[in-house]
């Protein structure tokens, strides 16, 4: 039987701590995690590895701060939404979502929530 691949994007540096503990979750549940920073592609962009994992990925798991992170001026977002969008893009139901309570959200961080937390269409 082949094993759920979970996906977990977030910003890196403010939230590495969560982004362990969801890791350990998972791979207690013998389940592989897939995370950005520790894969490399040859050949392959970050931009493209991380949107091919959240395409690929079985579950996405957003992980979410006040950070908005960094924003790629080629695809206008950050490469969290990025991978958010994708996700959602290929599978809607394999998203699950954690926003941590924090005060001083970034502006963009606060619309991006906006979506992911909308009452009809975000989770």
Do not use: W
């Not at 701060?65 to 969290?80: C, E, L, N, P």
Request: charged share 30%.
């Amino acid at each position: 039987m082949e094993r759920l691949r979970i996906f977990i994007s977030s910003t890196q540096k403010n939230l590495q701590a969560e982004r362990d503990s969801v890791q350990s979750v998972i791979e207690d549940l013998g389940y592989d995690c897939l995370r950005a920073e520790r894969f490399s592609s040859p050949g392959e962009s970050s931009r493209d590895a991380c949107r091919r994992m959240a395409s690929d990925c079985d579950i996405y798991i957003g992980v979410f701060g006040a950070r908005y992170g960094y924003k790629d001026d080629q695809i206008g977002m950050s490469a969290t939404e990025m991978e958010y969008q994708q996700a959602k893009h290929c599978n809607p139901g394999k998203i699950f979502v954690y926003v941590k309570d924090e005060d001083n959200l970034e502006s963009d961080q606060e619309r991006f929530l906006q979506d992911v937390q909308h009452f009809s269409t975000g989770y």
